[in-house]
Each structure stands twice: as structure tokens, then as C-alpha cells.
């Protein structure tokens, strides 16, 4: 069964690129990875979604090697309101179901 | 374009009661899911609706359950409540089948729910 594994924690100072790493084991093809931004007393947000190698929106970029093990969040000159958790999603697909498995978040806090 | 949006967003309920809580989907989505969200296990998924039908479970309880009618609205309940229960909990809507294919899951505000 796929698990997905984040950093705890991360500290960042106004205007510096933060990437965060989500490593997710046994993720089959057809498999898509997902981040979200979580305010305290918020509904998670949706961040960026990707297959395989790169996708850049207005926000992040997202990356994803040739072995899909992992995928890199990447938020370029955050600033103080980017300070909030982060979560990759991973959705395992098989025929007939689909199970969703969330990280456990990473807390970026971005300091002026 | 409304978003996804739960009802009640707060709510204290005691031991032992029952609760209903209700999610209306993002317009021309049909798939609905739930998930627990506590400061200890995080976000973890209940349960997943598509066309009325229950795709997927979590490994939750049978307290927990939940119903989607035809016009992709949903509601999940809990009965039985246990102080442990006491959490964010969080509705989702997709397209097709949330993840896959590039279906985004959109979520909603939430509903607190405090068990006494």
C-alpha cells in the first residue's frame, strides 16, 4: 500500500524559492499527485496537480522524476502569507476503486 | 462559480448522540468525498460518492456513513458519538473519480464538530 511521507517542518524567509519534497512509495501509472495549502480553521486549497515530469501554474511549479517515488513542491519569493501547512495527495487508482492518501502535512512558516 | 459548501460549520454535540452533517458540491460535480481531519492522524479519508454510489471507504468505523442523493448533495453521518470523533470534518467535490485522471478535488470550509 502507497504511503506518503513529508518533512514536518520548514522555516523560510520572504522572497527565497521553498521547495517541499513528498515521498510516495508504490504509486502505480495512472496515479496523479495533488498539493494543497491549509489556513488554520480552512478548508484545504488546491496548489498544483501532476502526472510526471514538470507543471508550472501561476503559484508553483511541481516536479516529478522518471521513478515517481517522489514529487517537489516548489513555491518561488514566498512571502509571509504563504506561511501555512502543506499536503500532497496521492490518489492510488485500480479498476473499480480509488483510494486517496494524504501526507501529514508540512508546516512552512516564512519569516520577514 | 460557488464552491463546496458544509453545513453547519460549528456544532457540539454529547456522548452518545447522533450527527448529520451536509455538503453541497461545486456545479456539475458528481463525486463527493469526506475525510477526518484531527491534530493527531492528520487528514484521513471516510469515504468517497459518485452517482449515488459508495466507490470507496476508509478504515473508519460502520458509525460512520454517508449518502449522496441525485442531485450529487451528500451527507455524512456519525452516530453514536465518542469524545474521540471530535474534529474537523471535510467535504470534497470532483468532477469523475477525485485524483485520477487529472480530477481535482476541490474542498469545502469544514464543519467542527466538538463532542462533550
Known amino acids: 500500500l502507497a504511503k506518503t511521507t513529508q518533512p514536518i517542518s520548514m522555516d523560510s524567509y520572504e522572497g527565497q524559492e521553498v521547495n517541499i519534497t513528498c515521498s510516495h512509495n508504490?504509486?502505480?501509472?495512472?496515479?496523479?499527485i495533488t498539493w494543497y495549502q491549509q489556513f488554520p480553521s480552512q478548508g484545504p486549497r488546491f496548489i498544483i496537480q501532476?502526472?510526471?515530469t514538470k507543471v508550472t501554474n501561476e503559484v508553483a511549479s511541481l516536479f516529478i522524476p522518471a521513478d515517481r517515488k517522489s514529487s517537489t513542491l516548489s513555491l518561488p519569493r514566498v512571502s509571509l502569507s504563504d506561511t501555512a501547512v502543506y499536503y500532497c495527495?496521492?490518489?492510488?487508482?485500480?479498476?473499480?476503486?480509488?483510494?486517496?492518501?494524504f501526507g501529514a502535512g508540512t508546516r512552512l512558516a516564512v519569516h520577514p | 462559480k460557488a464552491g463546496v459548501t458544509q453545513t453547519p460549520r460549528y456544532l457540539i454535540k454529547t456522548r452518545g448522540q447522533q450527527v448529520t452533517l451536509s455538503c453541497s458540491p461545486i456545479?456539475?460535480?458528481?463525486?463527493v468525498s469526506w475525510y477526518q481531519q484531527t491534530p493527531g492522524q492528520g487528514l484521513q479519508f471516510l469515504f468517497e460518492?459518485?452517482?449515488?454510489?459508495q466507490r470507496n471507504k476508509g478504515n473508519f468505523p460502520g458509525r460512520f456513513s454517508g449518502r449522496q442523493f441525485s442531485n450529487s448533495r451528500s451527507e455524512m453521518n456519525v452516530s453514536t458519538l465518542e469524545l474521540g470523533d471530535s474534529a474537523l470534518y471535510l467535504c470534497?467535490?470532483?468532477w469523475g473519480t477525485g485524483g485520477v485522471s487529472g480530477n481535482t478535488i476541490y474542498f469545502g470550509e469544514g464543519s467542527w464538530l466538538t463532542v462533550v
Open positions: 470534497a467535490s470532483s
Open positions: 508504490n504509486i502505480a501509472t495512472n496515479d496523479y
Open positions: 501532476g502526472y510526471k
Open positions: 495527495l496521492v490518489a492510488l487508482f485500480s479498476v473499480g476503486y480509488n483510494k486517496l492518501i
Open positions: 456545479s456539475g460535480h458528481r463525486s
Open positions: 460518492y459518485f452517482s449515488e454510489t
